[in-house]
């Protein structure tokens, strides 16, 4: 231990002789290890995002629906739906919509909206934040009741944010009370996948709407699991289900948001990978700096190792002294580098008020690796210190 | 082979036997030492004479263990040394061989008192306080007590080479090898060197000292002279 105490004596002594350089190699290092921080960060921070986005949209959510292209008719038929009912298992909640449009006067002019039709279980399953009022309810449903929801959007264009107490909209010649307004949990999962809840939308019980609208197929089938092990369970029933009305599901999509959730962490992985590679080649040359510095001082030091030798220093203290200088300097390049890759981030997340993750990982990885290229790539000037002539180093011939 | 003072040459400290050294000079093999046979006794004070190019610098490079690669046997203290590895002749020559340069050799960087420690450091046996202790005593012994934090460079060149002196006898070797000890000194100062050599002859070290110098060789209990890589006595 006192001999090691001793090496980092002469290799600290060694770097003070040549501050300058020493500082500007560690930089080198240390953006290097703040640059795979930052991106592993941006990467973790990124697929959060679309990944709430995704589960913004309803948790443990089964959907299906018809494309209506194939040979034969593919929509889903209210028959369609009372077997999905009886047949597929650990379902939580279903929510069919139908999907209509309207012309409704706004400010006097004439304007269409979406007119959806669904259960008073929609607003769970499609997480639905009611700003004001409320939902429409089962009761309401099943006694035709001429009530509607209407979207954030068109409250602020219909009625410019004021309260829709006794409010009402004309919706196919017939007046229908406002009772809530809401919004969607995740707003930007519209950006995401086109939502049919978002933009000017009015929200009118199930089977009010069918009745009122004639409507003939169900647009779309929400049917949220139980539970997320229940996802998988629902997903095949529901196909047996179409299998057994249509043949095939030719024409039909059955898909849970875990599909999606799969390919976005794959596709947000792999973009994380590939931008770590970046990085680290940003690391590689930060290592070739730290070679680069120790081979110009290993040659400047030249005569400094023939006295040290020639005074009875092994050749493994000479290798060690250098190896440990190319590490301090990497290592200390590692430090300020998490401390910018970790900081930075930190920051931005307090200024704006934002959680930004900081990958514990990435911090040690990008730590780890500074450290260890700094040994490898001192290595070879630290080899070439210890090899030296001792008679040619001490240059008196 | 003629011994003005009683040496015991039966037992010598350092005997060199047969030693040859030849290398390569852009192509041109160049015979640096021939059939070398020198040995020194316990406490001597010998000076190695002879011209620039007459190998004297090669022998020193042999007998002070900075060059392994030669022809012929070594013995220090009776044992053969020669074709040993590197590290334990770097091992013999921290302990038991103390250098003094011409150039002095002090590394810039580090103060008086640390280039005295360094060989100490090196044997790594002891702990640094101590280590410095055995330095800052070699370091009064030769006159610089209150020059101990001073870089070389804030030095005359006579203390610089009473440094190198303090930092050779840290570590109480058994030889030490002085190469052209006063070349960088005017007279005076370079008297004084001497006188400091004499001192430490008189208290028993065995010294080997190199130069082309006739006035310092004088000095010496006897001169051995070097031409042409060859030792010739009784030309003189």
């Known amino acids: 231990m006192g001999s090691f105490r001793l090496l980092l004596r002469f290799a600290v002594e060694g770097l003070r002789g040549q501050r300058g350089r020493s500082i500007l190699t560690m930089l080198g290092m240390g953006i290097g290890t703040a640059s795979v921080v930052v991106v592993v960060s941006i990467g973790l921070v990124g697929r959060d995002y679309v990944v709430s986005l995704i589960e913004g949209v309803g948790s443990n959510l089964v959907f299906v629906y018809g494309t209506g292209i194939g040979p034969k008719p593919t929509q889903l038929s209210f028959e369609d739906l009372d077997l999905m009912q009886e047949r597929v298992r650990g379902v939580g909640a279903m929510a069919p919509v139908l999907d209509d449009a309207a012309t409704i006067a706004i400010k006097g002019e004439p304007r269409v909206v979406a007119v959806l039709g669904s259960t008073a279980d929609y607003a769970q ?21 001429k009530v509607a929801v209407i979207s954030k959007e068109l409250h602020q264009e219909k009625f410019g944010g004021r309260s829709v107490e006794g409010e009402s909209v ?5 007046r229908f009370r406002i009772i809530g307004v809401y919004k969607e949990g995740v707003e930007s999962a519209a950006a995401l996948e086109k939502s049919e809840a978002a933009g000017m939308v009015a929200i009118a019980p199930f089977w009010t709407l069918k009745q009122v609208g004639n409507a003939e197929v169900v647009d779309t089938l929400y049917i949220q699991a139980e539970s997320p092990e229940a996802v998988g369970t629902v ?11 249509y043949g095939s599901t030719d024409g039909f999509t059955i898909e849970s948001l875990d599909t999606y959730l799969t390919l976005v962490e794959q596709i947000s992985d792999a973009i994380t990978l590939g931008l770590m590679a970046i990085a680290g080649v940003s690391l590689l040359v930060g290592g070739i700096g730290i070679m680069n510095i120790m081979l110009v001082t290993v040659t400047e030091r030249t005569r400094d190792i023939g006295i040290r030798l020639a005074l009875g ?13 190319a590490g301090i300097l990497s290592v200390s390049g ?3 580098g998490v401390l910018i890759g970790a900081g930075a981030p930190l920051y931005v997340g307090f200024v704006y008020d934002v959680p930004v993750p900081v990958s514990v990982i990435s911090v040690l990885v990008a730590f780890g690796v500074s450290m260890s ?6 290595l070879y000037p630290a080899r070439k210190a210890a090899g030296m002539n001792i008679v040619d180093s001490l240059g008196y011939e | 082979m003629s011994l003005p003072v009683d ?13 040859s050294k030849t290398y390569a000079h852009e192509g041109v093999p160049v015979h640096a030492l021939r059939g070398i046979e020198v040995a020194a006794a316990r406490g001597e004070l010998l000076a190695v004479m002879g011209p620039s190019g007459s190998g004297k610098s090669t022998l020193l490079h042999v007998l002070g263990l900075l060059d392994a690669d030669y022809q012929g046997t070594y013995h220090f203290d009776g044992e053969l040394i020669s074709g040993r590895d590197g590290d334990e002749l770097s091992g013999l020559r921290n302990r038991e061989i103390g250098f003094v340069f011409q150039q002095f050799l002090l590394l810039p960087q580090l103060s008086i008192l640390e280039n005295a420690t360094l060989p100490a450091l090196y044997t790594r046996d002891r702990a640094p306080d101590v280590c410095e202790k055995l330095a800052r005593q070699c370091l009064i012994e030769v006159g610089l007590a209150d020059r101990l934090d001073h870089r070389p460079n804030e030095l005359s060149s006579g203390q610089r080479q009473r440094a190198a002196i303090a930092r050779a006898l840290v570590n109480e070797p058994r030889l030490i090898l002085a190469d052209e000890p006063t070349g960088a000194l005017d007279s005076k100062t370079a008297q004084e060197i001497m006188d400091l050599f004499l001192q430490l002859h008189a208290a028993g070290s065995t010294i080997v000292l190199i130069t082309h110098d006739l006035d310092v060789a004088s000095a010496a209990e006897r001169i051995v002279h070097i031409r042409d890589g060859q030792i010739i006595d009784g030309l003189l």
């Open chain 1, 125 to 145: 399953v499609r997480n639905l934040k009611m700003i004001e009022g409320r939902f429409f309810t089962e009761t309401e449903d099943d006694n035709l009741a």
């Open chain 1, 334 to 336: 590692g430090l300020l």
């Open chain 1, 235 to 245: 997903v095949s029933d529901a196909r047996d289900v179409i299998v057994a009305q």
């Open chain 1, 170 to 174: 004309r919706l196919f010649d017939l």
């Open chain 2, 7 to 19: 040496r015991d040459l039966e037992k010598p400290l350092i005997a060199l036997s047969g030693v």
């Open chain 1, 373 to 378: 290229v700094g040994i490898f790539f001192g």
């Open chain 1, 313 to 325: 220093a092994g050749r493994r203290d000479i290798l060690a002294q250098f190896l440990l200088e």
